[in-house]
């Protein structure tokens, strides 16, 4: 098998109108906008990120991360203007079983556009030439329907729900499990 991504440097990513790059601290603001926003926490276990220093702290655990090897976080830029209406990426990169999941944030106000679909599918793209796995997995709280339908319209399958394996907002909730084999990646891009 040829060795997979190395971590040298940061990969760019081209969708249709986005430009994926790394983040960096003078995308704060953005991340405030993006994980500030009740909309995008409504089916998301994690506290709003409010403060220039919140945001700092995530926009530097996102690059830990990358150095660490352990996931890849990109900034989905708009191509005509640069602003950064997004974020998403890799986790969980599982070397041995050749799996990764994958997730994305969209700031609402670009919402039904189409750019979580073609960012996905550009991440799509990478891990599976790049990270060379065979399955990408992905999961989402249920009931969350755009983003159950960003991952159909890449191809994904749903493959089962866990039920209440997640605590958000004072509840426990279902988790349902999504799934992209290389083959039907392949295929579904062939003319
Ligand atoms: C989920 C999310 C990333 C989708 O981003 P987006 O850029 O709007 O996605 P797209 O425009 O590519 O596709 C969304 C699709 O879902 C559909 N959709 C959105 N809300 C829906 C709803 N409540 N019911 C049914 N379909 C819905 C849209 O119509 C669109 O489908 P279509 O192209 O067939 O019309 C965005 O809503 C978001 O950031 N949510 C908060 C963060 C989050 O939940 N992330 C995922 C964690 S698993």
Same mark, same amino acid.
């Given at each position: 098998?040829?060795?997979? %991504? *190395?971590?040298?440097? %940061? /990969?760019?990513?081209? =969708? /249709?109108?986005?430009?994926?790059?790394?983040?960096?601290?003078?995308?704060?603001?953005? $991340?405030?906008?993006?994980?500030?926003?009740?909309?995008?926490?409504?089916?998301? *276990?994690? #506290? /709003?990120?409010?403060?220039?220093?919140? =945001?700092?702290?995530?926009?530097?655990?996102?690059?830990?991360?990358?150095?660490?090897? &352990?996931?890849?976080?990109?900034?989905?830029?708009?191509?005509?203007?640069?602003?950064?209406?997004?974020?998403?990426?890799?986790?969980?990169?599982?070397?041995? &079983?050749?799996?990764?999941? $994958?997730?994305?944030?969209?700031?609402?106000?670009?919402?039904?556009?189409?750019?979580?679909?073609? =960012?996905?599918?550009?991440?799509?793209?990478?891990?599976?030439?790049?990270?060379?796995?065979?399955?990408?997995? =992905?999961?989402?709280?249920?009931?969350?329907?755009?983003?159950?339908?960003?991952?159909?319209?890449?191809?994904?399958?749903? #493959?089962?729900?866990?039920?209440?394996?997640?605590? #958000?907002?004072?509840?426990?909730?279902? $988790?349902?499990? %999504?799934?992209?084999?290389?083959?039907?990646?392949?295929?579904?891009?062939? /003319?």
């Amino acid at each position: 098998m040829t060795t997979a %991504f *190395n971590f040298q440097s %940061f /990969p760019l990513l081209e =969708a /249709p109108r986005l430009h994926l790059r790394a983040l960096t601290r003078a995308d704060a603001e953005a $991340i405030i906008a993006i994980y500030g926003s009740p909309e995008v926490l409504a089916y998301l *276990n994690m #506290e /709003p990120v409010i403060t220039h220093e919140q =945001a700092i702290g995530l926009i530097d655990w996102f690059s830990g991360a990358y150095e660490r090897h &352990d996931g890849v976080q990109w900034a989905f830029a708009l191509r005509e203007t640069g602003q950064v209406i997004g974020t998403g990426g890799t986790y969980d990169w599982d070397q041995s &079983d050749r799996h990764v999941d $994958i997730g994305y944030h969209i700031l609402p106000s670009h919402w039904g556009q189409g750019y979580a679909t073609e =960012a996905t599918r550009a991440m799509l793209g990478w891990c599976f030439d790049a990270l060379r796995v065979h399955r990408v997995q =992905a999961d989402c709280t249920d009931g969350n329907l755009g983003s159950e339908r960003v991952l159909l319209k890449c191809g994904f399958q749903v #493959e089962g729900l866990w039920r209440e394996s997640c605590w #958000e907002h004072g509840r426990f909730v279902n $988790i349902k499990q %999504f799934g992209l084999l290389e083959h039907e990646f392949r295929r579904k891009k062939a /003319p």
